[in-house]
């Protein structure tokens, strides 16, 4: 949590994908996902999102195993003698996710509206 | 988890509302709320939830804290000597919550559908 966000009142709609007992994806995952699309590495993806190697590596594998076709692969070569990349099945998975979170954002506005005027502001931090 | 969900994929939508620091309304708290709404009583209502009745009352209390009028009123008298009950804004609260939870489950179907093509059934139990 930002200082931002310690004045404000929000709602987040937060998708979560179950496959039987693993979440297959969800919003940490998804993160993940983009950080490995920039940083073209699973170590400075993990990095990036303070998660330990190890945590980020079982996301993936996690994510690998619940699609039909991975969403990351091992790259070889380039600088550091190796990384990991999107497939296509990742990139379009990423992108789908995103259009969910902004289709139910936008569908809540209505009664979010009406909702946060019976918040009150009394507990955020002048 | 129930047995259920350990066969099947599905998408669950969470919302979560933030005032500042605090987590005013999610999901756990508005199943408690209607929970109290059913029970008349905080421990009862902590009881059908799996909550301790610590737990149970610190939810109520940020939730009344969150907003500008309580949603949950202690009552006196009645079998058991008093309990508790929801007031009109704390019904309207839940209602609200259920419309933009409903709401938001209707908007991301189109993407959910053509995510779901992309899962593997081979981690669900026969």
Redesign the interface.
């Known amino acids: 949590?930002t200082e931002k966000?310690?004045?404000?009142?929000?709602?987040?709609?937060?998708?979560?994908?179950?496959?039987?007992?693993?979440i297959?994806?969800g919003p940490g995952k998804v993160d993940l996902l983009e950080s490995i699309g920039r940083e073209g590495s699973i170590s400075q993806a993990a990095r990036e999102r303070h998660l330990s190697y190890r945590r980020a590596w079982n996301m993936v594998d996690t994510m690998n195993?619940?699609?039909?076709?991975p969403l990351v692969i091992s790259v070889t070569g380039g600088k550091g003698g190796g990384g990991a990349e999107l497939t296509p099945?990742g990139k379009?998975?990423i992108k789908?996710?995103r259009?969910?979170e902004n289709?139910?954002n936008?569908?809540?506005q209505?009664?979010?509206k009406?909702?946060k005027k019976?918040?009150?502001l009394?507990?955020?931090?002048g």
């Open positions: 949590m966000n310690k004045n404000t009142i929000q709602c987040r709609s937060r998708l979560r994908i179950l496959s039987g007992d693993l297959a994806l195993r619940c699609f039909k076709e099945t379009r998975v789908l996710y259009e969910m289709n139910a936008v569908a809540i209505t009664e979010w009406a909702l019976l918040l009150s009394e507990n955020l931090r």
